[in-house]
């Protein structure tokens, strides 16, 4: 090996490492590996910045501010509303729910077409009387398997098709990924509706009543002891004692911020408050032996009109998403009461109980938290933090608002699969008529848009070039092909398939894309047979994250209103994968010849 080839591979396995080490945001991770290859001379210094004018790059932007505007549209929601009243038979609902997010997510960002489709489930779940895990997870799979049936569906199909253009000089089309992406995508939806959720533990509630939480494992709040309360002189144990199921007491604090040890012995006194975590019903039933929720305050009007009639309050659930603006941060710290009018009234997290005051707990992504805040303006205070609503909304349609995104976008799509234009053009028309018709302003399609993934790209993509133009690629596929002996094409088309699969799992899937795709190429080379059937198993590969939360965005996404834990996922993930695979490995070579 020479040194270049040292250095890059040396600087894939740091990145890879940081990737699963999770410390470290993604697209810090992808520019500084791009500045050290730059420094190292892998990457020429007038290239460095070329990803960001990358067609893959741009048409990624383009689909999440169309994305945005469509889900704005209503049309979106309307639809989804329909599904759960077309019947109560919860196989059926489950079916058609996760067949239409399998839809929406070939032609929009699947993080968006999950979005939309979250609280509808809930609201299923709700009425039918079952658990929403059993439903959120097979949603959130669906939604991963459509993106691999088209071109604009994932950022790996993206990605895949420029390097193919970058090595033959034709891309793939828009439907090219269909061949193989609509097999694999029916076959995982059908696999996931009538098997899979039946593979996952039964945990937490079954839907939730008016006003309460879904399906989350415990909620951590703060409760404090009022004056004139009945528990004023009693033991907390004693008060415990008389609930069917307490909740856990992480602790009690008393005034300057004295933290009692003893809890069980400790004697409750005027202004004590206990951080607790637990299902609504139990924290509920504190509250009616005599505690009230800190966070529960009184909230000023924006004209400075006095505080908010409790009347005019509401509550809701929302769910972090990966990447919002409040990750990472704290109610404190963003001073959410009084620049947002919301009231942060309880948080649910995935594993151990959180240690710090409530205020003072930093989101991660995932959390559900219960917010109030002015009805009126609630959904959009929410959305203004960046977080995701997990009740149902009610949309009235226009059909006049509706028809002009649905038809530019339909336009778009029409003009890319016909050759008229290529993709990144027709899409980022689309997205202007859109602004034009004021479907959508500008200032929301820069909000919409996951900066954080168009840097990620746009510095990978040197950085993958680097990985080919020193050999190291060439070097990785030959070892590849040479650990395989004479086993035939098909075998090592499973072993790539299988090998970004793994890759995807624990990193990025558009970062592996990168690194996987010329790799695909050499072991094409090194058997002397075509790069495409290689080049899909890379995108199939790079879209089957279904292992882990930390996978994909979407099964993070579903990880708190769903009430799963981290070794949940590959219960249903790994024989979805199996199946992925097996498919896979039979149909790309019939779709795509060796």
């Known amino acids: 090996m020479t040194i270049d080839q040292v250095a890059i591979l040396s600087i894939l396995i740091a990145v890879v490492a940081m990737f699963v080490w999770g410390r470290l945001r993604v697209d810090v991770i992808a520019v500084s590996a791009l500045l050290v290859a730059t420094a190292l001379g892998l990457v020429p210094g007038d290239q460095a910045f070329a990803g960001f004018g990358h067609p893959a790059v741009v048409t990624v932007a383009a689909v999440l501010g169309l994305s945005a505007a469509l889900a704005r549209s209503g049309a979106i ?69 459509g993106g691999m049936t088209t071109l604009i569906g994932t950022p790996p199909n993206l990605l895949i098709a420029g390097y193919r253009k970058q090595v033959t000089g034709e891309s793939f089309a828009l439907f090219d990924f269909a061949w ?53 002189g009693k033991r907390l144990s004693e008060v415990l004692e008389t609930l069917e199921e307490p909740p856990a007491i992480d602790a009690l604090v008393r005034r300057w911020a004295q933290v009692v040890r003893r809890l069980h012995h400790a004697v409750l006194q005027r202004g004590d408050v206990l951080i607790t975590h637990g299902e609504a019903e139990a924290i509920q039933a504190l509250v009616t032996r005599g505690f009230e929720l800190v966070a529960a305050k009184d909230l000023e009007r924006e004209d400075g009109g006095g505080t908010v009639d409790r009347e005019a309050l509401a509550l809701m659930e929302v769910v972090v998403p990966p990447r919002a603006w409040v990750e990472g941060r704290s109610a404190a710290e963003i001073d959410l009461r009084a620049r947002f009018g919301l009231n942060l009234l309880a948080i649910s997290r995935e594993g151990a109980a959180l240690g710090r ?28 933090i960046g977080c995701l609503p997990l009740a149902e909304r009610r949309i009235a349609l226009h059909p006049e608002r509706a028809l002009v995104p649905v038809a530019l976008f339909g336009a778009a799509v029409t003009a890319t699969a016909l050759g008229i234009f290529p993709a990144v053009v027709a899409l980022v028309a689309a997205l202007v008529g859109m602004v034009l018709s004021r479907t959508i302003n500008v200032r ?11 840097v990620l790209l746009a510095a990978m993509i040197p950085v993958g070039g680097a990985l080919e133009s020193t050999g190291t690629a060439r070097l990785m596929a030959e070892g590849l092909a040479s650990l395989a002996g004479e086993m035939p094409p098909r075998v090592l088309l499973g072993l790539l398939l299988v090998l970004t699969m793994t890759l995807s799992d624990v990193m990025n899937n558009a970062a592996t894309a990168v690194v996987m795709a010329p790799i695909g190429v050499g072991v094409a080379a090194a058997l002397g047979v075509n790069a495409d059937p290689m080049l899909m198993a890379v995108a199939v590969g790079a879209s089957a994250a279904f292992l882990t939360p930390i996978g994909h965005q979407n099964n993070l996404l579903v990880m708190g209103p769903g009430g799963y834990h981290f070794g949940d996922y590959w219960r249903m993930g790994l024989p979805l994968e199996m199946l992925l695979t097996g498919l896979g490995v039979w149909l790309i070579p019939i779709a795509w010849p060796f």
Do not use: H
């Open 357 to 384: 005051r409530l205020r003072d707990q930093r989101f991660n992504a995932g959390d559900v938290l219960l917010l109030q805040g002015e009805r009126a303006g609630l959904v959009d205070s929410v959305r203004a």
């Open 77 to 145: 929601d309307w639809i989804a509303s329909r599904i759960g009243r077309l019947t109560s038979n919860r196989l059926v609902q489950t079916g058609a729910l996760c067949s239409l997010g399998g839809v929406l997510s070939g032609f929009m960002n699947n993080v968006g077409a999950l979005a939309l489709l979250m609280p509808v489930s809930l609201s299923m779940a709700k009425r039918g009387k079952y658990r929403p895990g059993g439903v959120l997870m097979p949603l959130a799979f669906a939604t991963i398997l």
């Open 444 to 454: 929301e399609v820069y909000e919409s848009i996951d900066w954080q993934v168009i």
């Open 180 to 232: 193989v992406g609509v097999p694999l995508a029916v076959a995982g939806i059908a696999f996931v509706t009538l098997i899979g959720w039946r593979l996952l533990p039964v945990r937490g509630r079954s839907g939730g009543s008016d006003g309460q939480p879904f399906d989350v494992d415990a909620y951590l709040t703060e409760l404090r002891v009022p004056e004139g309360s009945p528990v004023i």
